[in-house]
């Protein structure tokens, strides 16, 4: 089992920036690729971006955060993080970090542990 806590959401203006982090604890989190999903209202979970297992090497983007979002991990913290820069109106939603052993997706339905979501709110 692995619990996955949100944090860092909140309201910032357009062009802003915040910092989502997410703390896991369970299992051995290097073991683990993680992911960041979001939701908008009236519209299904989408892909933001995902990181390899162990050391992270490898990270992925959906094309509309590409070039603003960086993923990143802290295996001696057992936290993941997304920095989200430039931040736009659009990028409002419900923001979720998932865990899949080993390898990761671009799918949620492959990821088993989610967290309970963090608010981003960016006004115009």
């Known amino acids: 089992q692995v619990q996955l806590v949100e944090s860092g959401g909140g309201l910032v203006q357009a062009g802003g920036s915040l910092r989502l982090s997410c703390a896991a604890s369970?299992?051995?989190?290097?073991?683990?690729?993680m992911g960041w999903f979001r939701q908008a209202p009236g519209k299904e979970r989408e892909f933001v971006a995902r990181i390899s297992w162990s050391r992270g090497s490898s990270t992925y983007y959906a094309e509309l955060v590409k070039g603003r979002f960086t993923i990143s991990r802290d295996n001696a913290k057992n936290t993941v993080s997304l920095q989200m820069n430039d931040l736009k109106p659009e990028d409002t939603a419900v923001y979720y970090c998932?865990?899949?052993?080993?390898?990761?997706?671009?799918?949620?339905?492959?990821?088993?542990?989610w967290g309970q979501g963090t608010q981003v709110t960016v006004s115009s």
């Open positions: 998932a865990a899949r052993y080993f390898s990761g997706t671009y799918n949620s339905e492959d990821y088993k542990y």
């Open positions: 369970g299992r051995t989190f290097s073991d683990y690729a």
